[in-house]
């Protein structure tokens, strides 16, 4: 029968190998987790949503953050008569058509 296994180190002789280093250590980052991806994105979310609201008050446009995931979105327009030039502003930041 074959002796399977790991080798005994023979006495008085010291192993050559050289300790791993963490994956830190050597630099090589660490992969993301999901949490650390949905974070990213959900802080990218607020920053970008209260950027826009910034713009929209300084055009004049009373605005107010939704609350409770609201299905309608994120940025409540306050007087419905804003709403075309909301769109305008929309259009002319991400440079897409609504």
Do not use: C, F
């Not at 023979?10 to 999901?34: N, W």
């Amino acid at each position: 029968m074959a002796k399977m296994g790991v080798k005994k180190q023979q006495r008085g002789k010291q192993s050559t190998a050289k300790p791993r280093r963490s994956k830190i250590e050597s630099g090589v980052p660490e992969p993301e987790s999901d949490e650390d991806i949905w974070r990213k994105i959900w802080l990218g979310h607020g920053t970008l949503k209260h950027q826009v609201m910034k713009v929209l008050e300084a055009e004049g446009i009373k605005v107010d953050e939704t609350h409770g995931n609201d299905p309608n979105g994120d940025i409540l327009i306050i007087h419905s008569k804003d709403v075309p030039r909301v769109k305008e502003i929309i259009q002319t930041l991400t440079g897409t058509e609504i």
